[in-house]
């Protein structure tokens, strides 16, 4: 809240300090600007103004001045003096451009501003009070001479049975400093005196100086007419206020100046409200703010009582001297850690594409050797070995592998003649009718005889890697056997 009642005040000095005012035309040859030369010679006036977008020049201007007399005032052109045109100031409406596509042509375009003046004498004006005036809203305003308004008075259709009499002013500057003062304008409902002289022109337009008849007073004041409403240009030369003036030159003594202050003046007065406004503003903060700290200290020490205010105050000056010390808070470590995993993360991926460049992709030799063992063809030539060197005589299928050197066994025992039963015995040798033990064994080793009605043995199949491995082995079986045979082929002894 607080600070929208700031921002209102600051609004509201800007302007009064003429920070903020209507948009005008400036002064010169540039953008959205007009200058006039003005002279009471036969044709010497000149107005130039670039307020339609391009340059626009209405030269072979002549002033008509006043001549005062007892029976009214005589105009003529290129010689007298000024008019003046005194009111109540009800509207106005300031130009900084023109479009002649809405009608403005010829001499509109240099004018600056156009002001809708109730007419009556400055006195008279002045004992107006506030709300009392007649009060027109401008509808429209793109032709300076012919405003549409709306409220109390219809300027656009005035007649000779209206109540009130009016000027409507397209105003030209005689100067810049005119120029400049007429944004005293934008301040309705005031009595006004505008002096001036009315233009005439070879080219004809409504609002120029013709001969027929004007009323004017012996003090050269402008009258109205009988249509109530007087509409004509005006090259104005000075401005009168209730308590201020514009001059041509600027050299009045209550010249009047944009956010000018009575009394103090511009200057002193921006000087206050800085001192004042803005010392005044900074000063209420820190006051407040001291008020509203001791009042949350109240509550705290009523809340948590005067010991635990002592300990909370070691608290924070132990903090403050941790934090001083180099000392890093929870939330300040974790942070830092995170940042430090973070940035060893872009660091190993930033180092990870390089280090795949720079190191080949090495073969993988037990993958290749993985991938060429074929388990499945191992055993198929193991039993298709095993089948055509005598397998297992029985035709059954076994869970024993029987290799090379057993098959030579196998047939060597079969070929060779079963030993005589008119041999003598003795108790060293196996009993009649029964096989060696050796025999037995190796049979039982080559070709076990499984229990017919036993339930099916879930068979495995073994691989054997190491090729050279099974010949030295054959090898071995080979020599075994025949130091066997020469050993046990003969029971006659």
Not at 13 to 20: D, K, S
Not at 55 to 78: Q, W
Not at 313 to 322: H, Q, T
Request: contains cysteine; proline residues 5%.
């Amino acid at each position: 809240m607080r600070g929208v009642l700031l921002a209102v005040c600051l609004l509201s000095t800007m302007t009064l300090a003429g920070c903020l005012g209507p948009s005008t035309a400036s002064w010169g040859t540039g953008d959205s600007a007009v200058e006039v030369e003005y002279s009471m010679e036969q044709d010497g006036t000149t107005v130039r103004s670039t307020l339609s977008g391009s340059s626009t020049t209405v030269s072979d201007l002549t002033t008509v001045g006043c001549t005062p007399g007892t029976e009214g005032g005589t105009l003529a052109a290129g010689n007298g003096s000024v008019m003046t045109f005194s009111g109540y100031l009800s509207a106005s409406q300031m130009y900084d451009s023109h479009n002649d596509q809405t009608g403005a042509r010829g001499l509109d375009f240099g004018v600056a501003a156009a002001a809708a003046i109730e007419a009556m004498p400055f006195s008279q004006a002045q004992a107006v009070e506030e709300g009392d005036g007649s009060r027109i809203v401008p509808k429209s305003w793109d032709t300076p001479l012919l405003p549409t308004t709306s409220g109390t008075v219809e300027l656009h259709a005035m007649d000779q049975e209206a109540e009130t009499k009016w000027f409507v002013l397209g105003m030209i500057p005689a100067s810049e400093n005119i120029l400049n003062g007429m944004t005293a304008l934008d301040e309705w409902h005031q009595p006004i005196t505008v002096e001036g002289y009315l233009v005439k022109s070879n080219a004809s337009q409504t609002g120029m100086w013709t001969d027929r008849a004007y009323r004017v007073a012996n003090d050269c004041s402008m009258g109205v007419g009988q249509s109530n409403l007087e509409s004509v240009y005006v090259l104005v030369t000075g401005i009168n206020f209730d308590g201020s003036s514009v001059s041509l030159d600027g050299e009045a003594d209550d010249e009047w100046l944009q956010g000018d202050i009575p009394l103090v003046g511009r200057g002193l007065f921006l000087m206050l409200f800085l001192v004042a406004g803005v010392g005044g503003f900074v000063g209420t903060y820190i006051v407040s703010t001291n008020m509203l700290n001791r009042s949350a200290n109240r509550t705290m020490e009523i809340l948590v009582g005067s010991e635990g205010m002592k300990k909370a105050s070691k608290v924070k000056s132990d903090a403050s001297a941790a934090r001083e010390a180099g000392m890093e808070s929870p939330a300040e470590r974790k942070a830092r850690r995170d940042q430090e995993r973070r940035d060893l993360e872009t660091a190993a991926a930033r180092s990870k594409p390089k280090k795949e460049q720079s190191e080949p992709k090495e073969e993988s030799g037990s993958d290749d050797a993985l991938g060429g063992f074929d388990l499945d063809s191992v055993l198929a030539s193991t039993g298709s070995s095993s089948s055509s060197r005598g397998g297992n005589p029985s035709g059954r299928s076994s869970s024993v592998v029987v290799t090379d050197a057993a098959a030579n066994m196998d047939r060597m025992q079969s070929s060779s003649p079963p030993p005589s039963s008119s041999a003598p015995s003795r108790g060293g040798g196996p009993p009649r009718g029964r096989s060696p033990p050796w025999r037995s064994a190796s049979t039982k080793t080559v070709s076990p005889s499984p229990n017919e009605n036993a339930p099916p043995v879930r068979r495995r199949r073994i691989a054997k890697k190491a090729e050279p491995v099974v010949e030295e082995a054959e090898e071995t079986a080979k020599t075994s056997y025949n130091d066997e045979e020469e050993e046990f082929s003969d029971f006659s002894f």
